[in-house]
């Protein structure tokens, strides 16, 4: 069973231009969670979101940012406009039923993004 | 809102030695997770161990244990006989277990942690 996939690995952006980062989650799941890390910090929770609908974007800035987990395909995030301070890690995580339900979330690798 | 704590920015052992990590949480509920994530120079998060609230007993997994106090909100996990592929940064991280709570997961600042040959 193949862990959790995102490309891409690395994403290099200037300012203003848009990045879009992909997550598929492991076989089965349907909850995914989407986390920043900045540099020397701890993880930071985005969005989550299961098939079609978004639970809780409470961690998602206001402007700029966009996510979407559709029937068919990957979970998008998306960022328009970048600014350099959103260079960072970007992490997703899959579970097969609610955190409450499984309490465990698999991690994928991440995606290095930085704004030139 | 919870929160998750992690005192020591950098901590050090010696090969073969044991480490101990710190990490306090503060929150309201009664019934939630807590973990212990390792992130390797790779990036890449891996689950070290979990503990649910609710069990007295403390969780362990081969050479990582954890002293879970619940009263004093603390969780601290030991590593016993440490080697060098245990250097990374430890990130202890809160789960609401509360049906219609929250689903995200809080992390701590992290703690790197260096093993000396």
């Known amino acids: 069973n193949a862990g959790v996939m995102q490309n891409p690995r690395h994403l290099v952006r200037r300012r203003g231009q848009e990045a879009r980062l992909r997550c598929s989650p492991m076989?089965?799941?349907?909850?995914v969670y989407w986390y920043r890390q900045l540099p020397e910090e701890g993880l930071k929770f985005m969005v989550y979101?299961?098939?079609?609908?978004?639970?809780?974007e409470s961690g998602m800035p206001k402007e700029r940012f966009s996510a979407e987990f559709p029937k068919e395909g990957p979970s998008i995030l998306r960022i328009q406009q970048v600014v350099r301070g959103d260079s960072a890690a970007y992490f997703c995580?899959?579970?097969?039923?609610?955190?409450?339900?499984?309490?465990?979330?698999?991690f994928g690798p991440g995606t290095r993004l930085t704004v030139t | 809102a919870q929160t998750v704590t992690q005192s020591q920015p950098e901590m050090s052992v010696q090969e073969a030695e044991t480490v101990t990590l710190s990490c306090t949480y503060d929150?309201?509920?009664?019934?939630?997770?807590l973990f212990w994530y390792k992130q390797p120079p790779s990036r890449q998060m891996i689950l070290v161990i979990r503990?649910?609230?609710?069990?007295?007993q403390n969780a362990t997994e081969n050479r990582f244990s954890v002293n879970f106090q619940k009263a004093a909100k603390s969780f601290s996990l030991k590593i016993s006989d440490s080697q060098l592929g245990d250097a990374a940064m430890y990130f202890c991280?809160?789960?609401?277990?509360?049906?219609?709570?929250?689903?995200?997961?809080?992390f701590g600042k992290g703690t790197k942690l260096t093993v000396n040959p």
């Open positions: 076989k089965g799941h349907s909850h």
């Open positions: 995580a899959s579970s097969p039923f609610g955190m409450t339900t499984t309490y465990e979330q698999y």
């Open positions: 929150t309201s509920e009664s019934d939630y997770y």
């Open positions: 991280a809160y789960g609401s277990a509360f049906q219609g709570g929250s689903e995200k997961l809080v």
């Open positions: 979101l299961q098939k079609e609908n978004i639970i809780d």
């Open positions: 503990q649910e609230a609710y069990k007295q």
